[in-house]
């Protein structure tokens, strides 16, 4: 609206002062401000109506170049071609800027034509800024903009992809930590609870003795488990695992640990361990660990009176086979309270190695059930998960 009132001022002023572009004299009325008008209200509508504000700055420059032509109206009209490029649809912005070189040269070769040499070549400069330059100008400032809209664009998505990845890993970390605690702690107090339970029931001063024996010294235990976690969560190195991480080596340990908590229920532990080869990844043989510690854990919890056996096989560069099983019968209930995220947390182990897991009652030797867990771990380290079977039947801690 200014640069229409500015131009409308301007030539108004120009007009009666008598001050045309081409010629001096008294043109009709009509032919010097009906384009000026024209052009005024192309300007008003430069941003939001092309490509028709073109068409009709086109007409009123054409009909001011009859009239004598009024330097505002020139003006306004490269503006307008100047608006029709950067704001119009694209298909303007493709097109004026060639249209306006044909229109520069068309212009010189009939004034060649009608003219002198040297007066030729003022009309085709003239033409040139009058067309080509607003257009061409245009059309740079609209491709810097677009250029700009890209670059701030793919760096909102950047950002969104950073805080995407930000919520993964923090993800990530809280399902490890969460898988952590649950496998170290949950040991400790399911041998709590069923000992608590077995205090109560019998009423003989020695058993609860013992009992009590039992779960002050787990008590101990996932204590000091605790405080180690607590440490490495604290601690400023950012090791994905725990420096004194549990191995495969201490499965011999553990069972004689699951054997001073299941003796009183008739439960048996074996190991057998089958494996041949080299050493395997930390990772891997944290992740047995573990799924052996777990699966102990259920049967305390879940399994009827009988063998309770843990197998580990593995063949030179083959994946470590990892099957627990124990007798399967229907209970009353649990001999300690479970919420089924242990399965979760065993399943998890599995897939970040890219391995295979499945849990569940299988038919057993002699045609008797019994509940399996099986886990298949690649020998080497593999980050990307596979994902495993369905878990059926039972839930575990």
């Not at 074996?270 to 944290?286: F, H, K, M, T």
Request: proline share 6%; glycine share 10%; with cysteine.
């Amino acid at each position: 609206m200014l640069i229409a009132a500015a131009g409308l001022l301007g030539g108004l002023a120009q007009w009666r002062l008598d001050l045309f572009a081409l010629y001096s004299g008294n043109p009709p009325e009509a032919l010097s401000l009906v384009p000026l008008a024209a052009m005024c209200g192309a300007e008003l509508l430069r941003r939001i109506a092309q490509p028709w504000a073109l068409w009709i700055a086109a007409v009123a420059f054409a009909a001011d170049l009859t009239a004598g032509s009024l330097l505002a109206t020139m003006l306004m009209f490269t503006d307008v071609v100047y608006a029709a490029v950067l704001y119009g649809p694209p298909r303007t912005a493709r097109l004026v800027p060639p249209a306006s070189v044909l229109a520069t040269i068309a212009l010189t070769l009939t004034a060649l034509s009608a003219t002198r040499p040297s007066e030729a070549v003022v009309i085709g400069v003239m033409a040139a800024l009058v067309l080509a330059f607003p257009a061409f100008t245009g059309a740079a400032v609209r491709e810097h903009r677009d250029r700009a809209d890209a670059e701030r664009l793919r760096a909102e998505q950047t950002a969104l992809l950073a805080e995407m990845d930000r919520v993964q890993a923090v993800t990530a970390e809280r399902a490890r930590m969460a898988r952590e605690l649950h496998d170290v702690v949950a040991n400790h107090l399911s041998a709590i609870a069923i000992h608590a339970t077995a205090a109560q029931s019998l009423d003989d001063p020695a058993a609860s003795r013992e009992a009590l024996a039992v779960i002050r010294e787990n008590s101990v235990q996932g204590l000091a488990e605790m405080r180690r976690l607590i440490g490495l969560l604290r601690s400023a190195d950012g090791d994905e695992e725990p420096s004194a991480a549990p191995r495969l080596d201490g499965l011999d340990a553990l069972l004689d640990q699951a054997r001073g908590h299941g003796t009183a229920g008739g439960l048996a532990f074996v190991l057998r361990d089958d494996r041949s080869g080299g050493p395997l990844p930390a990772p891997v043989e944290l992740a047995a660990y573990r799924i052996v510690q777990e699966a102990l854990t259920n049967a305390l919890k879940h399994a009827a009176p009988g063998e309770v056996a843990v197998a580990l096989s593995a063949s030179g560069d083959g994946p470590l086979v990892v099957r627990v099983t124990s007798p399967y019968a229907e209970r009353p209930g649990p001999r300690a309270p479970g919420s089924g995220a242990g399965l979760i947390g065993m399943r998890e182990r599995v897939e970040l190695l890219g391995g295979a897991f499945s849990a569940g009652p299988v038919a057993g030797a002699g045609g008797r059930v019994v509940w399996e867990v099986r886990a298949v771990l690649p020998a080497e380290e593999n980050p990307a998960g596979r994902g495993g079977e369905g878990t059926r039947g039972r839930s575990g801690t």
